[in-house]
């Protein structure tokens, strides 16, 4: 009873810090926390497969995720990289058609799920959480819209400085003057998400440690983010 009650406690906590539950008052994310489960997954282990049956909702807790979408050549593109707080695999869930996407843990990473059968029944119960989560997809989406125009639009350079900025932004922590992605990230990983290859990566990442907007320390990427900033800019 105790490993259930600290479980539940851990759960409600988690639930607080999220984008879509924070609206809902203390005893009330105390009862939904019995709806969800803690699970925890290995680095680089699959949580899920593009293709696999939606049945369940994923808030992250700790750790990062990234949504994987394999090519018909064979290769993955990168289309998110997720960070606590996140929900993945949300969208396929709701509107009940096969995972779009895989997701792979990136480290030792924890998550809680629902079922999508007490994922309606608590939007019924709760109607502000329907309106929470389509804000929260609408902003999503919009995300994915920009970074669909930077992929069209804009050169390798600028696309590798939205990226690290962005995720500065989401995980990043102070680090002497520079803000660091506190997660590791490979030079194929921003290749993938930035459709280019490996090679030119590499080559733009570093002609950024050159120029003093980026370094990399123990396999963590730290930028100059108002220099790189005012680099999008010009």
């Known amino acids: 009873?105790?490993?259930?009650?600290?479980a539940d406690q851990q759960i409600s906590e988690i639930l607080k810090r999220g984008e879509i539950f924070s609206a809902l008052k203390e005893p009330e994310i105390k009862k939904?926390?019995?709806?969800?489960?803690?699970?925890?997954?290995?680095?680089?282990e699959t949580i899920f497969s593009e293709g696999d049956p939606s049945d369940k909702f994923y808030i992250l807790a700790e750790g990062n995720v990234k949504i994987l979408k394999h090519t018909m050549m064979g290769k993955d593109i990168?289309?998110?990289?997720?960070?606590?707080?996140?929900?993945?695999g949300g969208v396929a869930v709701l509107d009940k058609k096969p995972y779009p996407a895989s997701a792979q843990a990136m480290e030792s990473t924890t998550a809680i799920r629902i079922s999508r059968q007490n994922l309606l029944k608590i939007m019924e119960?709760?109607?502000i959480l329907k309106l929470e989560i389509v804000r929260y997809f609408s902003d999503k989406l919009r995300d994915a819209h920009e970074m669909l125009k930077n992929i069209a639009t804009e050169r390798v350079e600028k696309r590798v400085a939205a990226l690290l900025l962005k995720l500065s932004e989401k995980v990043g922590v102070e680090d002497s003057g520079f803000r660091k992605i506190d997660f590791p990230l490979t030079r194929q990983e921003i290749a993938e998400m930035v459709g280019t290859t490996v090679e030119t990566c590499i080559r733009t990442m570093s002609k950024f440690q050159k120029s003093g907007l980026v370094r990399s320390t123990s396999?963590?990427?730290s930028i100059k983010a108002a220099s790189l900033q005012r680099f999008l800019e010009e």
């Open 219 to 221: 396999g963590r990427i």
């Open 125 to 127: 119960e709760y109607p």
């Open 78 to 88: 990168i289309l998110e990289i997720m960070s606590p707080g996140d929900i993945f």
């Open 32 to 44: 939904l926390a019995a709806f969800f489960e803690k699970i925890t997954f290995r680095n680089d």
């Open 1 to 6: 009873m105790k490993k259930a009650a600290e």
